[in-house]
C-alpha cells in the first residue's frame, strides 16, 4: 500500500512528492546543496571582487553540480562506465551542443597524454593526474587526484561561462541520457538547475596567484560582512531574544510551550521567512502547492498562494503565503507589502485539533480548527486530487508522534477515506455507500470530513492520568469518528459534536466499532472527558511553565547575583555623560566635587569628555577623595611627585649596576666567540622553573661594592667582599638560610670585612683575571668611628631588611678563607658566623661609581645632588664618580623622610650610594631586561610615543616594579600603563595611576587566581543569558576554557579597541564598580560575544575559529555599542534578580 | 563539500619573550617584517597552507607569549601539536641557555613524538651576536634536534625551516600510517575490487560504447 502509495503520488506534478520518497528526497538534498554552493561562492565573489579558480568553493561547486549531473544518469544505457561519467556524457553531447564541444576540446587538451597509463588496469577519470603523481606508481587511486583536476569539465565550463548552456542543453534533452525520475529530467528541477548556474557564469574568474589566503578560512571581516548580506535587518539580540529563551534548556515543560511560542512567533524579516519556505537544514519540506486560495480576513475574494508543509524539529508546521510576497512575483516595487505578510498563516499543526474537509464541485476546502476552537479561514485547493496529497503528506508528516483519526487510508488495508484508483483498495465501509472507487467518481463526490490530529505522546500522558482509565476496559473500543458528513452537509457546529472516542481506547488498538453501537450516553461522557482533558492540559501547560521559571530565577540569583549590584540606577540627564560644564558646577568654592554618586552615575552611562579627563580619572580610580579641596589636592600631588622622584633615584642607581654588568657581559660573551678556544663558561644551574635573563651575567660577575672612600688609606685596604660571585644555587641557599641568619643579631655586624691583605690582593687579581669589574669592599672597619656608625647603619639596614622577611641582603660575608679582622668585636662576630663555604651573601655597598681610582677623595658629605629622574643614569654614574663616595653618614635621604622600607636599600635622592644585595640586582635586572623589551614594542604605532614617552612609560614601570619585587614585571603591564600616561602626561600622576589600577588588575596576572574566577563566571553568564551560543560551545568541548577571553581580561581591552575607545571602556569599568557592577569585565566581554553570536552560529565556530575570528576583529569593533550592549545586559541581570 | 587542504598540522613557537617568534610567524605567513610588533599576550595563531609533494597541508601555527608565567595557559596548548619550533636569540646569550628549559617543558607537556627543530633568530646582527652557530649546532646535536639559524628581518632560511619540520611531521605520519596499515599491494587491490562493485556489470552495450 505505502509503495503505491508513493509511485502514485510520483506521478502528481508537483515538484515536492511526499517525502516517503527517497529518489525525491535526494533531488532535494542534491539541489539544496548545489543552491548552497551557489550562495557561497557568489557571496564570496562579492566580498572578494574575484574568485580564485582554485578556491575551495569553486571545487565544491563542481562537485554539486556532478552530484546533480550524475543522477539518474542512464549509464548503461549510454556505455558510460567510467567513474567520470559527465565527463565521458559532455564528450557525448559535444557532437550536438556547441557549447559542450567547445568544453569538450578544451577538457581534452588539458588532459594530457592519459592513455598510456589507462593500460596499467586500475581505472583511472579521464582527467589525468597531474605528472608528479605518476611516481607514484599504482597506489590508491582516489586521495591522489588533486582538487585541480577534479571535475575538470566542470571547472572548465565554468570559466568559460559555458555551464549554463550545457545543462539547459541537458535538460531539453533529458530523455535521452537520463531516467524519468532524475533530477536532470524533472522539469522543475533541472530548469532550477540551469538557472542557478547562470550567476557562478557569470563571475570573474582568475588564476591570479593569490597569497594562500585566498583559498583558506574568510577572515572576520569577511565572515562579519557575508553574515550582514544574508541576515536582512538585523534585531539587536537583547530585543531578539527575550527573556524567555531559557525555557528551552531547562526543558520542564512539555513540548507544547515551545509549539505555541513557534507558532506564534512573529515573522522577523521577510527574506527569512521566504527562505524558510524552501528546504533548509531546519526544515524540511513535505509539502508545497501553488495557487491555494485563502481568504484572509476583511478581503473579499479569496487570495491565490502557495501553501506548504515542513518539518521541523518543533513539529509541523503549515504556511501559506500571498503569492505577493513570493518570490519572483511581478509587481511593481514600493508597494507596501506589510499588509500582506499579515495575512500569511503560519500554524503549527499541534496546535490543530481538528481538520475539516468540505468538498465541492468547484474546489476542496480545508479549515483547521485550533485547540482554542478558533477556525482558521478555509484553504482551497484546486481540483485534481491535491487536497488529498496533502493530507496524506501530513498523515505521513505526523507519524511517529501523531496521528490523523480516522487515518488517511487504515493499517486494515480498507484503503483510503476517499478511496481512489485502484481495485484492490478499498474505501471505508462507511464510505462505500456514498462514492465509488473509481477516480473519476470521488472527484465529483460532495462530501465533508472531519479528521482530528492525535498527538500520541499527550495521549498516553492523558491515557496515564484519565479517571476513566478504568471504564476504557468496559466502553466500547473504538469509536470512528464517522465522518458524519456523509450524510449532512458542512456544518460546523456538527462536526465539532462529532463524537470523539477517548483516547485510552485508541492506544488499546481495538477495532473500530460502526457507528451504529455508539450509546448516546457514551457521546455525552465522551465530550466531558474531552473537556476535562483540555482543562488538565492547560493548568499542567501553565504549572510546569511557572515551575520552568521559578527554577531558572533561583538558578540565576545563585550565580549572578554576585555579579551586579541589585539597585538599578536610573539614566536620566546621562546621555552625554559628564561635560565640563556639569564637572565644573558641581565644584564648590574649594574645589572639592562633593557628589560622588553622581560621578559615577554620569560616567557610567556617558563617559567623560575629552579634556576632563585628566581631572576626573584621579576620582575614578580612587586617587582623589570626593569631597577634597584642590588645596588638598595639590598637596597630595606634590607628596606623590616627591615620592615617586625618590623611588626613581632609588632603582636607578641600581639600573646603573646592571648597565654595567650587561656591558661586560656582552663584552665578555664576544671576547668569548672571538677566542678560537672558547672559555668554559660556567655552567648555569639548570634552575627549572625560574628562567632569569641575567644569572648567567650575573655568575660571572661578583658583587660590585663601591670603594668606603672616607680614609684615603683604606683605598689599598679595600678588601673584596667575595673570592667570587655566588651561583645561582649559592643565591638560593642565600634565600633559604637568610632567615635564620638575619636573626643573629651578631651576624649582621659580621658585615663586610676584609680579609687578610694578601687574600684581598690574590682575590683582587683572581677578580681581574676574570673580568674587568672591581670588587671592593667597604672597608669600614679601618676607620673605628666610621666603623661604629656605619655598622650601626648597616645593622638598621639588616634589620629593617630581615623584617621585610625574605632575605633580601644578609649580610653574612664570610669569605672562603679566613678572615682576619681589625676589630675585637667584628672578629668575634666573624668567627661565630662561619657558615658554610658555599653560603656566600654579600652586602654590596654601592656609590654608583665603579672606579677604583677615583674613590679617593675624601668623605666629605656626599653630593645631596638631587637626581633628577629624567637625566640618564649613566650621567648620574659619572658624576658621582668623582664625588667623595658615601660615608653612611651621608645616608640621609633629602627631602622625605626615609622610604618605608619599600625597597630595601637606602637610598637618599642623592642616590650616593647605598646598600643592595646582590640578589636584589638580579632581580631588578631581570625584570628591567624585561621591561625594556616590552617598552620598546609598545604602542608604538601610535604618534604619542615618541621616544621620549617611551622613556616615560618606562620610568614608570620601572619605579612600580621597584616597589613590587615580589611579583615583578609580567608582559602585559606596559599596555596598561599607556593608556594613563597618555592621559595623564605626567609621570608621577600616570604612575600613582597605575598603581591603584594594579590593585585590581594584579590578579588577572598568572600570578593571581581572578582569571579562572572571570573565565567560571562568563560561563554561567552565557548559559543563562544565551543557551544557544552556550549549546555550541558545549559541543565543541574545550571552548569553555574560555582562552579566548585571556587577553580581554588582562588588558582590560586595550588590545580590542582603538585608544578613543579604550578610555571609554576605562571608563565604564571603573564607574561600573559603583554604580552598578563589580565585574563590569564580564559584561563587556558578554557584549562582544553577543554582537557577533549570529556569526558564530552560523559558522559553527570552534575554538581555533572563534579565537582567529576575535584577533582579527581587533581594534575594529563598533565599541560605542559594545559598551551599550553590555550596559544592557547588566541591566537584563539586575532585572532578572530584581523581579525575583 | 571538497576540503580545501588534505592534512593539518598544529604547530608551537616557544621561546623567551622577544628573541622574535611573532616576527618569524608574520614572515611566514604574511611574508612581511615589522620591526615595531607588540609583545605577544596570551595566545594568537596563524595559518598558512603549503605544497607538500603535492598535497595541500594546512599549517596552523600558534604563537605564544614568552615569558615564563604565561607557561598556565601554554601547557594546555602543547598537548595535540605536532611540532614545535623553539626559537632563541642569537644576540641574547640568556635565551640561548634557556633552551635546554623549555625542552625539558615539552618533555613535560607535549607528546612523545612531537617534531622539534632550534632556530636561532636575528642571525642578521652580526656586531651584537653573542652565541655562535657552531655552539646552537652543538645543542642541537645533543638533543637530536635539527637547527638553522634565521632572520626574520631578511627573511632568511624561515621558509625552510617550516617546510622541513612540516616535511619530518608528514613523513613521520606516514610511516605511522604504513605501519598500521596492510602493505601496500592488498590495499591497492581492494581499491580495485570496490570500483569493481561500482562498475554496472558490462553488457554487450558496453564494449560497442564509444567514448
Known amino acids: ?1140 | 563539500m571538497a576540503k580545501t587542504y588534505d592534512c593539518l598540522f598544529k604547530l608551537l613557537l616557544i621561546g623567551d619573550s622577544g628573541v622574535g617568534k611573532t616576527s618569524i610567524l608574520f614572515r611566514f605567513s604574511e611574508d612581511a617584517f615589522n620591526i615595531s610588533f607588540i609583545s605577544t599576550i596570551g595566545i594568537d595563531f596563524k595559518i598558512r597552507t603549503i605544497d607538500l609533494d603535492g598535497k595541500k597541508v594546512k599549517l596552523q601555527i600558534w604563537d605564544t607569549a614568552g615569558q615564563e608565567r604565561f607557561r598556565t595557559i601554554t601547557t594546555a596548548y602543547y598537548r595535540g601539536s605536532m611540532g614545535i619550533m623553539l626559537v632563541y636569540d642569537v644576540t641574547n646569550e640568556k635565551s640561548f641557555e634557556n633552551i635546554k628549559n623549555w625542552i625539558r617543558n615539552i618533555e613535560e607537556n607535549a607528546s612523545a613524538d612531537v617534531e622539534k627543530m632550534i632556530l636561532g633568530n636575528k642571525c642578521d646582527l652580526d656586531d651584537k651576536r653573542q652565541v655562535s652557530k657552531e655552539r646552537g649546532e652543538q645543542l642541537a646535536i645533543d638533543y637530536q634536534i635539527k637547527f638553522v639559524e634565521t632572520s626574520a628581518k631578511d627573511s632568511l632560511n624561515v621558509e625552510y625551516a617550516f617546510y622541513t619540520l612540516a616535511r619530518d611531521i608528514k613523513a613521520k605520519m606516514e610511516k605511522k600510517q604504513e605501519a598500521s596499515n596492510p602493505p601496500g599491494a592488498r590495499s591497492g587491490a581492494h581499491v580495485l575490487r570496490a570500483s569493481d562493485q561500482q562498475r554496472k556489470p558490462p553488457s554487450w552495450l558496453s564494449r560497442c560504447s564509444l567514448l
Open chain 1, 1 to 1140: 500500500m505505502a509503495a503505491e502509495n508513493k509511485v502514485e503520488s510520483e506521478a502528481d506534478e508537483m515538484p515536492a512528492a511526499a517525502a516517503a520518497d527517497p529518489s525525491a528526497e535526494q533531488k532535494e538534498r542534491l539541489i539544496a546543496a548545489v543552491k548552497k554552493e551557489v550562495k557561497q561562492l557568489m557571496e564570496e565573489a562579492v566580498t572578494r571582487k574575484f574568485v580564485h579558480e582554485e578556491s575551495g568553493g569553486v571545487t565544491a561547486l563542481c562537485g554539486a553540480v556532478e552530484a546533480c549531473l550524475g543522477q539518474g544518469l542512464r549509464r548503461r544505457a549510454l556505455g558510460l562506465f567510467k567513474t567520470s561519467s559527465t565527463t565521458a556524457l559532455l564528450h557525448k553531447i559535444a557532437k550536438h551542443c556547441p557549447e559542450a564541444a567547445l568544453v569538450s576540446a578544451r577538457v581534452l587538451s588539458a588532459e594530457g597524454a592519459p592513455a598510456t597509463r589507462s593500460a596499467s588496469g586500475v581505472e583511472r577519470r579521464p582527467s589525468a593526474p597531474r605528472p608528479p603523481l605518476n611516481k607514484r606508481g599504482s597506489g590508491s587511486l582516489l586521495s591522489q587526484t588533486p582538487t585541480q583536476s577534479r571535475y575538470l569539465w566542470i571547472r572548465i565550463a565554468l570559466f568559460e561561462r559555458q555551464l549554463a548552456k550545457i545543462i539547459e542543453h541537458l535538460v531539453n534533452n533529458a530523455t535521452r541520457y537520463y531516467e524519468r525520475d532524475a533530477l536532470v529530467a524533472d522539469p522543475d528541477y533541472g530548469s532550477i538547475l540551469s538557472s542557478l548556474l547562470v550567476g557562478p557564469c557569470a563571475l570573474e574568474y582568475s588564476k591570479a596567484k593569490a597569497p594562500a589566503c585566498f583559498w583558506s578560512d574568510p577572515p572576520a571581516d569577511e565572515l562579519v560582512q557575508r553574515h550582514r548580506m544574508s541576515a536582512g535587518t538585523t534585531t539587536p539580540p537583547s530585543v531578539r531574544r527575550p527573556i524567555l529563551n531559557f525555557r528551552r534548556s531547562l526543558n520542564a515543560s512539555s513540548d507544547d510551550t515551545s509549539g505555541s511560542s513557534a507558532g506564534s512567533a512573529t515573522v522577523s524579516s521577510a527574506k527569512d521567512y521566504v527562505e524558510s519556505l524552501h528546504q533548509n537544514s531546519r526544515a524540511t519540506l513535505l509539502y508545497g502547492k501553488n495557487n491555494v486560495r485563502v481568504q484572509p480576513k476583511d478581503v473579499e475574494e479569496p487570495m491565490p498562494g502557495y501553501l506548504s508543509l515542513h518539518q521541523t524539529a518543533a513539529g509541523l508546521v503549515i504556511k501559506w503565503t500571498p503569492n505577493q510576497l513570493m518570490n519572483g512575483y511581478a509587481e511593481s516595487e514600493g508597494v507596501d507589502k506589510s499588509v500582506y505578510w499579515a495575512m500569511s498563516l503560519q500554524v503549527c499543526v499541534w496546535e490543530v485539533v481538528y481538520v475539516h474537509v468540505h468538498r465541492a464541485r468547484a474546489s476542496d476546502a480545508l479549515i483547521l480548527v485550533g485547540q482554542d476552537g478558533v477556525q482558521r479561514p478555509p484553504i482551497h485547493f484546486p481540483k485534481g486530487g491535491h487536497l488529498l496529497s496533502f493530507l496524506s503528506n501530513l498523515e505521513t508528516g505526523l507519524l511517529p508522534h501523531g496521528q490523523l483519526d480516522p487515518p488517511l487510508w487504515s493499517q486494515r488495508g480498507t484503503g483510503k477515506v476517499f478511496g481512489r484508483g485502484k481495485s484492490r483498495r478499498r474505501p471505508m465501509p462507511s464510505l462505500c455507500e456514498s462514492g465509488e472507487t473509481e477516480e473519476t467518481e470521488w472527484e465529483d463526490v460532495a462530501g465533508d470530513y472531519v479528521f482530528r490530529i492525535v498527538n500520541n505522546a499527550i495521549a498516553d500522558r492523558e491515557a496515564m492520568r484519565h479517571s476513566l482509565l478504568e471504564r476504557a476496559v468496559q466502553s466500547p473500543p473504538r469509536t470512528p469518528r464517522r465522518p458524519l458528513a456523509s450524510t449532512s452537509t458542512t456544518s460546523s457546529d456538527s462536526s465539532t459534536m462529532s463524537v470523539d472516542c477517548p483516547p485510552s481506547a485508541i492506544i488499546n488498538g481495538q477495532p473500530p466499532l460502526t457507528p451504529a453501537q455508539i450509546p448516546p450516553i457514551e457521546q455525552a461522557a465522551s465530550i466531558e472527558l474531552v473537556c476535562s482533558t483540555m482543562r488538565r492540559q492547560i493548568i499542567s501547560r501553565a504549572f510546569y511553565g511557572w515551575l520552568a521559571y521559578c527554577r531558572h530565577l533561583s538558578t540565576v540569583r545563585t550565580h549572578l547575583s554576585g555579579l551586579v549590584h541589585p539597585n538599578i540606577v536610573p539614566t536620566d540627564g546621562t546621555e552625554s555623560g559628564l561635560t565640563e560644564e556639569i564637572w565644573q558646577s558641581m565644584m564648590d568654592e574649594n574645589g572639592a566635587v562633593h557628589n560622588g554618586d553622581e560621578v559615577y552615575r554620569l560616567v557610567y552611562y556617558g563617559g567623560v569628555q575629552q579634556n576632563i579627563r585628566r581631572d576626573v580619572w584621579p576620582y575614578l580610580l580612587g586617587y582623589y577623595e570626593f569631597g577634597s579641596t584642590s588645596e588638598q589636592r595639590s598637596e597630595q600631588d606634590a607628596a606623590c611627585r616627591r615620592q615617586y622622584e625618590t623611588t626613581m633615584s632609588e632603582w636607578l642607581c641600581v639600573e646603573a649596576i646592571v648597565k654595567q654588568r650587561d656591558r661586560e657581559a656582552t663584552a665578555a660573551s664576544i671576547a668569548r666567540l672571538t677566542e678560537a678556544a672558547g672559555r668554559a663558561t660556567s655552567s648555569t644551574v639548570e634552575t627549572g622553573e625560574v628562567f632569569e635573563d641575567d644569572c648567567s651575567v650575573i655568575s660571572d660577575n661578583p658583587p660590585i661594592v663601591s670603594p668606603e672612600p672616607s680614609e684615603r688609606e683604606q683605598k689599598p685596604e679595600s678588601k673584596p667582599v667575595l673570592s667570587r660571585a655566588p651561583s645561582i644555587d649559592e643565591v638560593e641557599n642565600i634565600e633559604m638560610d637568610s632567615e635564620e641568619k638575619g636573626r643573629n643579631d651578631s651576624k649582621v655586624n659580621g658585615e663586610t670585612d676584609g680579609t687578610s691583605d694578601s687574600k684581598e690582593h690574590v682575590d683582587v687579581d683572581s677578580l681581574n683575571d676574570i673580568d674587568d669589574d672591581e670588587v671592593y669592599i667597604k672597608s669600614v672597619v679601618e676607620n673605628p668611628d666610621m666603623r661604629r656608625e656605619s655598622i650601626a647603619e648597616i645593622k638598621r639596614l639588616a634589620e629593617g631588611i630581615v623584617q621585610k622577611g625574605d632575605g633580601r641582603g644578609l649580610l653574612c660575608s664570610v669569605d672562603s678563607g679566613n678572615m682576619t679582622l681589625n676589630g675585637n668585636d667584628l672578629k668575634s662576630s666573624m668567627e661565630e658566623s662561619q657558615p658554610p663555604q658555599q653560603k656566600h651573601a654579600s652586602v654590596i655597598i654601592t656609590n654608583p661609581s665603579v672606579d677604583l681610582a677615583a674613590s679617593g677623595s675624601p668623605a666629605s658629605s656626599g653630593t645631596t645632588a638631587n637626581v633628577s629622574p629624567a637625566r640618564s643614569p649613566l650621567g648620574v654614574v659619572r658624576e658621582e664618580s668623582h664625588s667623595a663616595g658615601a660615608s653612611f653618614d651621608t645616608l640621609e635621604p633629602s627631602g622625605d623622610a626615609r622610604p618605608d622600607n619599600r625597597s630595601n636599600c637606602v637610598s637618599p635622592a642623592s642616590s650616593n650610594g647605598g646598600v643592595y644585595s646582590n640578589e636584589l640586582v638580579e632581580t631588578f635586572a631581570l625584570n628591567l631586561h624585561r621591561i625594556e623589551k616590552d617598552v620598546q614594542r609598545c604602542d608604538r604605532n601610535y604618534p604619542f610615543f615618541t621616544d621620549e614617552n617611551l622613556d616615560k612609560l618606562r620610568n614608570i614601570m620601572c619605579t612600580y616594579v621597584w616597589e613590587h619585587l615580589d611579583t615583578g614585571y609580567m608582559q602585559g603591564m606596559c599596555d596598561l600603563a599607556a593608556p594613563l600616561l597618555v592621559t595623564m602626561r605626567e609621570e608621577a600622576a600616570a604612575h600613582a595611576l597605575f598603581s591603584r589600577l594594579m590593585l585590581r588588575a594584579k590578579d588577572n596576572f598568572p600570578t593571581g587566581q581572578a582569571m579562572d574566577a572571570h573565565f567560571a563566571d562568563m560561563r554561567s553568564l552565557i548559559q543563562i543569558l544565551d543557551c544557544e551560543l552556550y549549546e555550541l560551545m558545549h559541543a565543541h568541548g574545550d571552548y569553555t576554557h574560555f582562552y579566548f577571553c585571556y587577553r580581554w581580561f588582562l588588558l582590560d581591552f586595550k588590545r580590542e579597541l582603538l585608544y578613543q575607545d579604550v578610555f571609554a571602556a576605562w571608563e565604564l569599568i571603573w564607574a561600573a564598580r559603583h554604580v552598578a557592577s563589580e565585574h563590569m569585565v564580564l559584561f563587556i566581554a558578554l557584549a562582544l560575544l553577543e554582537t557577533y553570536r549570529d556569526v558564530i552560529l552560523a559558522n559553527s565556530m570552534d575554538f581555533t575559529d572563534i579565537i582567529k575570528f576575535f584577533n582579527e576583529m581587533a581594534e575594529r569593533h563598533d565599541a560605542s555599542a559594545v559598551l551599550s550592549l553590555a550596559r544592557d545586559l547588566v541591566l537584563q541581570v539586575q532585572t532578572l534578580i530584581e523581579n525575583k
